[in-house]
């Protein structure tokens, strides 16, 4: 045991299989550990680099195995994966987190706390329920559609569907339709009270945060998007710059070049597709803002007059993305290019 450098842990729900290295470089360790022998194996162990792939449950053992002195690394997934030298077997799992994290240029996840846990679980829950009550609203619309009701888009449009739903007199419905649909109603109804709470709860956060109130200035990020932000990346200064972290939401081009030759492509989408997205939408407002006569900057009245609106929206996003990396690692606060430029043309 004294022997030990280098830990490879590879996670399971019930059988972790270990694999550790000496300073030499020679297997010490291998072996498999039942869940409640996790602890108790790395209790004995001197100091040593722990690697684990950035998987479920992996910040909760990372936490835990780091009160016990080690030095623990989370790794993505497919970062390890090219060191497996053949098949996939536990074992063999074990020896590439352990060679993988060992290699001096390989990239790291942030351990998170349990309170940056919760604030993405809370996200997540948000999100989930969103999409319970888009297919409850499609799966109402489309049977009252098959007996002719239709209505028009939108969620403000869909209270006149319930009330037809509740509506014991209205003879288009048939009793056993009427009985499903009002269950249906209902359903939609408690997904929207819990959907409210919570977003009643994120705002409120938003307010009291100050990381959160410096977010929600910048144009195109609201409440949401700020948590998001700021729950998903923990450590925003592990980025060397605003581009690297604009590269890994995935809103910069693909690059496929050889030869001296460069080849881009479209956006890469590498990354939190999360937050891909919410950038994206507050883009989207804005330049819908700028072109229905609002004010924007000569930048964005520029990218608007040579691209399409969808390309634009992205290069807008990709734009925020580093603001929003600014904001978080330098702690100023967003300046409106605009007002800045006539502030300087008045002086």
């Known amino acids: 045991m004294s022997k030990i450098h280098v830990v490879g842990l590879d996670l399971a729900k019930q059988i972790f299989q270990v694999h550790a290295i000496s300073l030499e470089g020679a297997g010490v360790v291998r072996r498999q550990l039942r869940r409640s022998q996790v602890l ?9 680099l722990v690697g684990m792939e950035a998987c479920g449950g992996a910040h909760f053992w990372a936490r835990e195995i780091a009160r016990l002195g080690h030095q623990v690394r989370l790794m993505p997934p497919s970062y390890v994966k090219p060191y497996v030298k053949r098949g ?7 020896e590439a987190i352990c060679e993988a994290v060992s290699r001096p240029t390989m990239r790291f996840v942030p351990v998170k706390t349990a309170e940056q846990q919760a604030a ?26 098959e007996l002719g009701i239709v209505s028009g888009t939108g969620l403000s449009r ?14 288009r419905l048939p009793v056993i339709a009427r009985q499903a649909l009002r269950d249906l109603a209902d359903h939609i109804e408690a997904l929207n009270e819990c959907l409210h709470r919570l977003d009643r709860e994120i705002v409120a956060q938003s307010r ?16 949401i998007s700020a948590a998001s932000l700021k729950a998903l990346v923990p450590d925003p ?22 030869g001296g030759k460069e080849r881009l492509g479209r956006i890469s989408k590498m990354g939190n597709p999360t937050l891909r997205t919410l950038l994206i939408l507050g883009a989207t407002t804005v330049l819908r803002h700028a072109r229905n006569g609002g004010k924007a900057s000569p930048w964005l009245q520029a990218l608007l007059s040579r691209r399409p609106p969808k390309v634009a929206a992205v290069a807008l996003a990709n734009k925020t993305a580093r603001i929003v990396w600014a904001l978080l690692t330098k702690g100023s606060h967003y300046r409106n290019p605009g007002l800045a430029a006539s502030s300087a043309m008045g002086a």
């Not at 108790?40 to 040593?48: D, E, H, V």
């Not at 999100?127 to 499609?138: G, K």
């Not at 200064?237 to 070049?257: D, E």
């Open 120 to 145: 993405a679980m809370a996200l997540k829950t948000r999100d989930l329920l969103v999409r319970q009550r888009n297919q409850a609203v499609n799966a109402l619309r489309a049977h009252l559609s």
């Open 208 to 223: 009291e945060d100050a990381d959160l109130r410096r977010l929600t200035a910048i144009p195109g990020i609201g409440p």
């Open 237 to 258: 200064s592990g980025f060397v710059s605003g581009r690297h972290f604009a590269a890994w939401l995935g809103l910069t081009p693909r690059a496929h070049s050889s």
């Open 88 to 94: 996939k077997t536990d074992a063999g799992d074990a």
């Open 158 to 171: 869909v209270a006149g569907l319930m009330e037809i739903v509740r509506d014991p007199d209205d003879a």
């Open 40 to 48: 108790t194996f790395f209790s004995k162990l001197p100091s040593s």
